[in-house]
């Protein structure tokens, strides 16, 4: 059942009178629950919002996106009928790639834009070079998860929610690495850029050239952990997404 956020977005914290919205974007394979524990480190007074991606938690069996311009469009409109309130995007992994293309529909389109884009997990899209994860079996697939360490070890292990996960996980890769024209215009908007130490495909320098997306000013934190390092510190990440605000 969907609440009265619609498909696209879960309400995950209420404020009697917020004074600011925090909207998460989850990672690949990921829905909105992966955000749940922040809802007891941020401040009272924060809205707390995770987007909801079709294919996985309660939005099982419904068709993947087309592509990732469909998903930015959706985020979109999901944003468009919420009261007016400052906010915060912060997006992982997928999510940042989701969340910036979000940032620059917004002001395409003359809609109010965040006080602060956060960016965890996730190369510059002038870097991005595309890739063939999508295309691997389901093998391959899944040692690509063992790699980065982002699923439970017991789901892999089970035949059944493994093959499910692999066609989550595939569809949310086919977005990203079949995705071209990536918007690479500085935005007037503070953006941070956070990554683990031990990252295996993202090292603080790279993370760093965000730096070229702002014209608002740019800011780096380098947290302990893998690439899913959050997972483990939902407080400190939650502290730091606010601290510059």
Do not use: I, K, N
Request: aromatic content about 6%; hydrophobic content about 45%.
């Amino acid at each position: 059942m969907f609440d009265d956020m619609g498909p696209w977005l879960r309400r995950l914290s209420t404020p009697a009178a917020p004074r600011l919205r925090l909207v998460c974007l989850p990672h690949g394979g990921a829905g909105p629950s992966v955000f749940t524990p922040w809802a007891e480190h941020v401040p009272r007074d924060v809205e707390l919002l995770a987007v909801r991606y079709p294919g996985r938690e309660d939005r099982w069996g419904e068709p993947p996106p087309r592509d990732l311009r469909e998903v930015v469009a959706r985020v979109v409109a999901a944003l468009r009928p919420l009261p007016e309130l400052p906010f915060v995007l912060f997006g992982h992994s997928l999510g940042a790639a989701v969340a910036h293309e979000v940032v620059q529909r917004l002001r395409a389109v003359g809609r109010p834009l965040p006080v602060r884009l956060v960016v965890s997990g996730r190369e510059a899209p002038q870097d991005e070079r595309g890739g063939d994860v999508h295309r691997l079996g389901d093998a391959g697939l899944l040692a690509e998860l063992r790699r980065l360490g982002g699923v439970d070890p017991a789901v892999l292990a089970d035949p059944d929610l493994s093959a499910l996960v692999a066609e989550c996980v595939r569809e949310d890769y086919r977005l990203v690495e079949t995705h071209t024209g990536w918007s690479t215009t500085p935005l007037p908007v503070p953006v941070s850029a956070f990554v683990g130490d031990r990252d295996p495909d993202l090292t603080p320098d790279d993370a760093a050239r965000w730096a070229a997306l702002t014209t608002a000013g740019f800011r780096l934190r380098v947290f302990p952990g893998d690439h899913f390092y959050l997972s483990a510190q939902p407080d400190r990440v939650a502290a730091e997404v606010l601290a510059d605000l």
